[in-house]
Every structure is written in structure tokens, then in C-alpha cells.
């Protein structure tokens, strides 16, 4: 295999009731979210981007209610993570949004008119889903979908992906069933025999996976559902000798920063 490697851009987080994310009896307990991108160097696809993190204009962008639920206590733009890696949005050859929530896809307005712009990889299912209702009726839609976030941006163009396959040498995408229609989740191959597993926000945290424990927030639809998506994750983790990533878990992310740039799996064992 071609190396390939990787590293977090952490770009803030809200903090907010802990219930949202992980099932607990106190439900005043609060818990730090955080936003993260992951850039991916690849020998064949170039500059990968996996999710975008929230947007910038945050303060027009989101409808009052989203700010209440999950009040945002730093943010770090896209663009200057980038500088930090002497990096530009020009640089980035492909995006992919794992799904269509404001604080995975509200970057992607940063790349209009950018190379990254044209056929953004989402997950069929809920694409599907999401354009149809903004269309048909938005106040449907639910809350942590914000249209000018991803509908009519000028000139993004978008490539829906389903099921699981190969997108490139050592890259597996696979469409989660859970938390929306559809999330897409990544499976990195690394040297030295193992893998890095990004679940985006079908698992939130740790503790949704080791302690099998779902989120008792609004953006959760059954307990089967969790269940199913969490012992999914657990057989990717044993067949690919993972490591596996959760789309809010804020100690791991901070941890995975530090790390700088993986392409070993020596580098991530025990996250
Ligand atoms: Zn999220």
C-alpha cells in the first residue's frame, strides 16, 4: 500500500447538557463538544477533507433555538486551521460530508468557487431525504439542518455514495444507518496493520461505544437503531484491527491533536 496520512484540524466546540450526547440521570450535567475536521493526504486523491465544521457566519446562519441547545464556546475557522498545516482551501482536492448537519457542513461555503467545491461526497440516503424536504418543506426539516448551508451554494456540486466500498487505496467509506438517514463513516488503512475508524455522529463519545450508552437528546430515534450501528462499528474495529473515532468526543479529539500527523497505527494505540 501507498502511504497515506492524517491528522485532526480541531475547529471549537459548544458545550451543553451531557444527556444530549451520552444517556445519564443527571440532566444537568454538562459535557464539551467538539468540532473537528480530519485532513487526509493521500498519494492518489491528494488533499482529502472530511467534514467542514460550522460556519463561520454563525450568527446569521443559525436560527436562534440551535444556539440555546448547543451554545458555541470557541471557534476556529477553517482557514486558519489550515494555515497552521501552511495550508489553503485552494488545497483541498476533495471534501467529503459525513452528514448534513450545520456543525458538519457549515464550512462548506468556504469553498465556492474552490476546486473542492465540485462533487462533494454526502451519503445518499439522507441527501436524499434532506434536498427533498428543504424543497418540499423546510420547517420540516429539523433543527440541525440549516439549507443555506448546503442547498443552492454556488457552483458545489455533489456525488451521493451508499453502502460500503473503496474509494481509494486504503480509504473505506460506509453509510451508517443512524443519527440521520445516513452517516458516512471512514475506514483508513495504515501501516504497520490497523486502521482508524471515523464514526461521525452515529457513535458521539467513548462512552456511546465502550459503554454502549445512546444519547438521550433529540437527534436519537431508537435504541435498536443505536444498538445495530454500535455492534456494525465493533465488528469494523475487530476485522480491521481499528482504532476507532467518535464524532464528539472532546478528550479524544484534543488527545488525536497532539498527535499531529498518523500514519502509523503505533501512533493512535490506547485512543
Ligand atoms: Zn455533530
Known amino acids: 500500500m501507498k502511504t497515506q496520512r492524517f491528522k485532526i484540524l480541531y475547529l471549537g466546540r459548544s458545550e451543553h447538557e451531557k444527556y444530549k450526547l451520552v444517556r445519564t440521570d443527571d440532566l444537568t450535567e454538562s459535557i464539551k463538544s467538539p468540532r473537528f475536521a480530519v485532513l487526509i493526504q493521500h498519494p492518489d486523491k ?20 440551535i444556539d440555546k441547545l448547543y451554545p458555541t464556546k470557541e471557534f476556529i475557522p477553517l482557514d486558519r486551521a489550515l494555515w497552521s498545516e501552511d495550508m489553503r482551501v485552494d488545497d483541498i482536492d476533495q471534501i467529503i460530508i459525513t452528514h448534513l448537519h450545520y456543525d458538519h457542513v457549515g464550512g462548506l461555503q468556504e469553498f465556492i468557487g474552490k476546486k473542492a467545491s465540485k462533487n462533494v461526497i454526502v451519503p445518499e440516503p439522507e441527501a436524499r431525504a434532506v434536498f427533498f424536504q428543504t424543497i418540499a418543506d423546510p420547517s420540516n426539516l429539523g433543527h440541525a439542518y440549516i439549507p443555506k448551508l448546503f442547498a443552492g451554494l454556488d457552483g458545489v456540486t455533489y456525488s451521493p455514495v451508499k453502502d460500503m466500498f ?10 451508517q444507518d443512524a443519527h440521520t438517514a445516513g452517516v458516512i463513516g471512514v475506514i483508513l488503512r495504515l501501516e504497520g496493520g490497523g486502521s482508524a475508524i471515523f464514526t461521525s455522529d452515529t457513535l458521539y463519545t467513548r462512552d456511546s461505544f465502550y459503554k454502549a450508552m445512546p444519547p438521550a437528546g433529540e437527534l436519537f430515534n431508537s435504541e ?3 444498538q445495530n450501528q454500535l455492534n456494525i462499528i465493533k465488528k469494523i474495529k475487530d476485522d480491521t484491527d481499528g482504532v476507532v473515532f467518535f464524532g464528539h468526543d472532546f478528550d ?10 498518523i ?3 503505533s501512533q493512535i494505540r490506547g485512543l
Not at 479524544?252 to 500527523?261: I, S
Open 46 to 65: 491528494g488533499n482529502i477533507l472530511i467534514d467542514t465544521g460550522d460556519s463561520r457566519n454563525m450568527k446569521e446562519d443559525h436560527p436562534a433555538n
Open 252 to 261: 479524544q479529539a484534543k488527545e488525536l491533536e497532539t498527535r499531529g500527523w
Open 263 to 265: 500514519s502509523d497505527i
Open 224 to 226: 435498536d437503531e443505536f
Open 166 to 175: 473503496e474509494y481509494a487505496e486504503g480509504i473505506t467509506l460506509f453509510v
